[in-house]
T-cell receptor, first 113, second 113 residues
Framework: DGGITQSPKYLFRKEGQNVTLSCEQN?????MYWYRQDPGQGLRLIYY???????QKGDIAEGYSVSREKKESFPLTVTSAQKNPTAFYLC????????????FGPGTRLTVL | DQQVKQNSPSLSVQEGRISILNCDYT??????FLWYKKYPAEGPTFLISISSIKDKNEDGRFTVFLNKSAKHLSLHIVPSQPGDSAVYFCAASGAGSGQNFVFGPGTRLSVLP
């Protein structure tokens, strides 16, 4: 089965700790994305990567970091510098950057206590 | 300042009737629009898209209309079914967004049996 997996589904962390959210895809897609969703708001782009070893900041990159060492994997680290980290995080991929059809993972709900 | 707006947070429709979800955008550089559907605890799934060179695109029960002069698009679902109950996101892309997608806040559709 091809698709995007995100783990874990729910994550709890203490304030001040860094936390890394996993995103893996076996669709052979070049581009991968991280979005954040808050209540009453649309998805906001955090980071995106068009190709291995390259990534670009999205609209709300501050307090986040990513890596793209493998085509299949695009982990997101929420650092202690992120002021409001509690949110629902969605990872997506597409065949090419800017391709209209992005495939989304099931999301990770991060709660910082 | 939201570039993509969905002014109705929620909408209830009787099964079998038409559902009309609306979306407005402010950036005249947007030239590609999509609708995504999202069930609780799942990632969004692509539903239908439209390019700015068209004013209508139809796929089964789903039709998207684009009014460029009004910077408005709408998604029509006919007939509505209980399984259509979900959150619907409008998204736009174009030169004004660096080819990334800007999402609206979503509209929760409830189709009542």
């Amino acid at each position: 089965d091809g698709g995007i997996t995100q783990s874990p589904k729910y994550l709890f962390r203490k304030e001040g700790q860094n936390v890394t959210l996993s995103c893996e895809q076996n669709l052979n897609h070049d581009a991968m994305y991280w979005y954040r969703q808050d209540p009453g708001q649309g998805l906001r782009l955090i980071y995106y990567s068009q190709i291995v070893n390259d990534f670009q900041k999205g609209d709300i990159a501050e307090g986040y970091s990513v890596s793209r060492e493998k085509k299949e994997s695009f982990p997101l680290t929420v650092t202690s510098a992120q002021k409001n980290p509690t949110a629902f995080y969605l990872c997506a991929s597409s065949i090419l950057a800017g391709n209209p059809e992005q495939f989304f993972g099931p999301g990770t709900r991060l709660t910082v206590l | 300042d939201q570039q993509v707006k969905q002014n109705s947070p929620s909408l209830s429709v009787q099964e079998g009737r038409i559902s009309i979800l609306n979306c407005d955008y402010t950036n005249s550089m947007f030239d590609y629009f999509l609708w995504y559907k999202k069930y609780p605890a799942e990632g969004p799934t692509f539903l239908i898209s439209i390019s700015s060179i068209k004013d209508k695109n139809e796929d089964g029960r789903f039709t998207v209309f684009l009014n460029k002069s009004a910077k408005h698009l709408s998604l029509h679902i006919v007939p509505s079914q209980p399984g259509d109950s979900a959150v619907y996101f409008c998204a736009a892309s174009g030169a004004g967004s660096g080819q990334n997608f800007v999402f609206g806040p979503g509209t929760r559709l409830s189709v009542l049996p």
